[in-house]
């Protein structure tokens, strides 16, 4: 018992002083508000911001697709 008490303690002090988790974490944190921001520009739906612009050049491109195929 005393075995596994001195291995749980020593992990929590290499927990404690490395520095790549924190680093990690960090990113998680970026990652994040980076997906917030692409969330924010493009909207949740297709009816307001880039999503909007978005939908609207893809059906015009459809459409001119269309057009030229069946000419």
């Known amino acids: ?5 001195i291995q749980t ?5 290499r927990l404690a002083s490395d520095k ?3 680093v990690s974490f960090e990113y998680v944190i ?3 508000c980076v997906v917030a921001a692409v969330a924010a520009a493009f909207g949740t739906g297709t009816s307001t911001g ?3 612009a978005l939908s609207s050049a893809i059906s ?3 459409a001119a697709v ?3 195929v069946s000419a």
């Open 1 to 5: 018992m005393l075995n596994l008490f």
């Open 66 to 68: 269309t057009t030229a």
């Open 9 to 13: 303690t020593e992990a929590f002090k």
């Open 20 to 22: 790549d988790g924190v």
């Open 30 to 32: 970026v990652a994040a």
């Open 60 to 62: 015009t491109i459809t």
């Open 50 to 52: 880039i999503g909007s």
